[in-house]
């Protein structure tokens, strides 16, 4: 069982609809979780930090976090074709900050 | 968030020669940064932990004669790829850790030919 576990996709969602990105993670003590986005070509970029259960809303993103059931999401509302890209999941390792990643979901949104 | 800058962007050496990659914080001081590497189509690959004035810690199978790293100061981690074949043209990223989060630089694309 790999550490961080994402569907590769691709996640074909229609513009202006609620794109649900779904990560699950193995170890149970884990805290800080991260939500990475990366156009082809580029490096990741940081969307949204999630320490604690429950929601977190910036802007048109959402995610969610359930540590029972080792479970995190992110939720695009009103998808634009900017959105797509890959999204990274991330799960804090360790005390140096060490990310472990999952493999990333190809998210398409069809104008 | 954060800004973290790399240099070159893109690289393109011949096999046996050496490159140095610069990663640098430009708005904070980052006590760890962090090496990456990407091939294309694959996930992000850690390569090595940097902490500012102590030895990097790689990753399994990554060797530390190849790729040397050097963190001196609270801004600046340097990778240098050694005898550089063209099994290691990749995607090379960098990242600084700031209050608990990582950010990434643009990333250095080496070729060797």
């Known amino acids: 069982q790999k550490e961080v576990e994402q569907n590769s996709g691709p996640l074909s969602v229609p513009e202006g609809a609620i794109a649900s990105l779904n990560c699950t993670y193995s170890?149970?003590?884990?805290?800080?979780f991260f939500w990475y986005r990366q156009y082809s070509g580029k490096s990741p970029e940081l969307i949204m930090s999630?320490?604690s259960n429950g929601d977190k809303e910036d802007g048109r993103f959402t995610a969610q976090l359930n540590k029972a059931s080792q479970y995190v999401s992110l939720l695009i509302r009103d998808s634009q074709p900017s959105d797509s890209a890959t999204y990274l999941c991330?799960?804090?390792?360790?005390?140096?900050?060490?990310?472990?990643w999952g493999a990333g979901t190809k998210l398409i949104i069809k104008p | 968030g954060a800004v973290v800058s790399q240099h070159p962007s893109r690289v393109i050496c011949k096999s046996g020669t050496s490159v140095k990659i610069e990663c640098r914080s430009l708005?904070?001081?980052?006590?760890?940064m962090f090496w990456y590497r990407q091939f294309p189509k694959q996930s992000l690959m850690l390569m090595a932990t940097?902490?500012?004035?102590?030895?990097?810690?790689?990753e399994q199978g990554v060797e530390k004669d190849k790729f040397l790293i050097n963190h001196a100061s609270l801004t600046l981690s340097t990778l240098t790829v050694t005898s550089a074949h063209p099994e290691d043209s990749s995607f090379y990223i960098c990242?600084?850790?700031?209050?608990?989060?990582?950010?990434f630089g643009p990333g250095t694309r080496l070729t060797v030919l």
């Open positions: 991330a799960v804090k390792k360790g005390s140096n900050y060490q990310l472990i």
């Open positions: 708005d904070f001081q980052a006590t760890t």
């Open positions: 990242s600084a850790r700031e209050a608990g989060e990582q950010f």
């Open positions: 170890d149970r003590v884990s805290q800080s």
């Open positions: 940097s902490n500012e004035g102590s030895k990097a810690t790689y």
């Open positions: 999630i320490y």
